[in-house]
């Protein structure tokens, strides 16, 4: 199946900083890719979808500008969580369909970010 | 948007296999039923997916309802790597995948 890749795969930052995730689609073009948040013990809680060329989605309730989301191209997308804190501590997961396979969603392997 | 029901939680010993419900009664006849599985501290993982007919792969086989507001996923033969949170999700082509709660499946050696 097709392959997406996530990095950092986990990521340790000061209360305040800025922290950016990629999420690529290795062999394949995604122009939509979708964030999800996971708590611990939770499910999957889908935070945007991002589209190539144009402004990302986002769920309601999540903060556009606390999580900024650029899709530069058709194998990337970016996820920055701007001016972190403690309760952002979350495991950050990215998908992306592959075209032609009738829905089939593929997952990124996640990243760990812990706010200090 | 249609939503699916699962247990929460079901145990099964090695070896032997493994039936996981999902009742989703407000299906729509253009909803594909797509199973994902999740393991500790990794992304999701497709497992399998079908629209009417059961479907059989490597990894399982769907087992769905005539009417289609209910399947089953099938693991044939469970073993510890197949431990996992299972989803059972509702879904129209490339639109956005929405988990529910899954189903945690324990395997006891």
């Known amino acids: 199946g097709a392959v997406v890749s996530q990095h950092p795969s986990r990521v340790i930052c000061k209360s305040g900083t800025s922290v950016k995730i990629e999420c690529r689609s290795l062999d394949f073009q995604a122009t939509t890719m979708f964030w999800y948040r996971q708590f611990p013990k939770q499910s999957l809680m889908l935070m945007a979808t991002s589209n190539e060329g144009s402004k990302a989605t986002y769920e309601q309730g999540v903060e556009k500008d606390k999580f900024l989301i650029n899709h530069a191209s058709l194998t990337l997308s970016t996820l920055t969580v701007t001016s972190a804190h403690p309760e952002d501590s979350s495991f950050y997961i990215c998908?992306?369909?592959?075209?032609?396979?009738?829905?089939?969603?593929?997952f990124g392997p996640g990243t760990r970010l812990t706010v200090l | 948007d249609a939503k699916t029901t699962q247990p929460n939680s079901m145990e099964s010993n090695e070896e032997e296999p493994v039936h996981l419900p999902c009742n989703h009664s407000?299906?729509?006849?253009?909803?594909?039923i797509h199973w994902y599985r999740q393991l500790p501290s990794q992304g999701p993982e497709y497992v399998i997916h079908?629209?009417?007919s059961n479907v059989n792969n490597r990894m399982a086989s769907l087992a769905i309802a005539e009417d289609r507001k209910s399947s089953t996923l099938i693991l044939h033969r469970a073993t510890l790597r197949d431990a996992a949170v299972y989803y059972c999700?509702?879904?129209?082509?490339?639109?956005?995948?929405?988990f529910g709660p899954g189903t945690s499946l324990s395997v006891i050696p």
């Open positions: 079908g629209l009417t």
């Open positions: 999700i509702l879904r129209t082509s490339y639109d956005k995948v929405i």
């Open positions: 998908s992306a369909p592959e075209p032609g396979s009738r829905g089939e969603q593929f």
């Open positions: 407000t299906i729509s006849g253009t909803d594909y």
